[in-house]
């Protein structure tokens, strides 16, 4: 199933209590069961504009205020997906489990970072759903590159999608991202997106 789903409901956050940390690390990783995310994970040699701040992401209500935290640079490191095989590997890992263990609302793959919105379904939850992308996502792409270390930075950056406006705001985002870096002049011209298939929706 490659089209992108749009989750029946996006939960109120404020409805739900928090469940227990599954990892912690430098930036802030909220999870609320049933939720709908914005996350974005990137390869392990790619640097940010800036650093982010913990306390300032903690308290971001606006999807502007996070996208300033995930704004890098399109260009930085080896940007390894620019080759189709490596970005297809990525979006093939996105796409294996969609509709079952969670409903992907978009996706993009740009040349050295991920952007997903994604509602884990049922009892999935969110790092273990980012941990079976980057791991075996990682291994097939060291396998065709014959070569080993990490692919990924540890860390991935996770923010809940707080209602259906800001729901909106993240797909366009994560869909534009390819017009925005100057790689397409449309978004369904990315190849490697949840746009090219929304538009034939």
């Not at 097939?140 to 080993?148: E, F, G, K, P, Y």
């Amino acid at each position: 199933m490659n089209r992108p789903i749009k989750p029946d409901l996006i939960v109120d956050p404020r409805t739900i209590a928090f469940s227990e940390p599954a990892y912690r690390g430098v930036l802030p990783h909220m999870h609320k069961p049933g939720c709908t995310y914005f996350v974005t994970f990137c390869l392990a040699d790619v640097a940010r504009k800036r650093a982010i701040e913990r306390k300032r992401l903690l308290a971001a209500d606006e999807p502007s205020e996070v996208f300033e935290a995930v704004d890098f640079e399109p260009t930085t490191g080896a940007c390894i997906l620019k080759d189709e095989a490596l970005a297809a590997i990525v979006e093939s890992s996105l796409l294996h489990f969609q509709g079952k263990r969670y409903a992907l609302g978009a996706w993009c793959v740009m040349p050295n970072h991920v952007h997903v919105i994604v509602t884990p379904l049922g009892d999935h939850l969110l790092p273990k759903i980012l941990q079976s992308w980057k791991g075996f996502s990682g291994r097939q792409i060291n396998r065709r590159l014959n070569r080993s270390g990490p692919v990924w930075q540890k860390e991935s950056f996770d923010h809940i999608v707080r209602n259906v406006a800001c729901y909106e705001k993240f797909v366009s985002y994560v869909e534009r991202n390819p017009v925005v870096a100057d790689l397409v002049t449309r978004p369904s011209y990315w190849r490697f997106s949840s746009a090219r298939h929304r538009e034939n929706l």
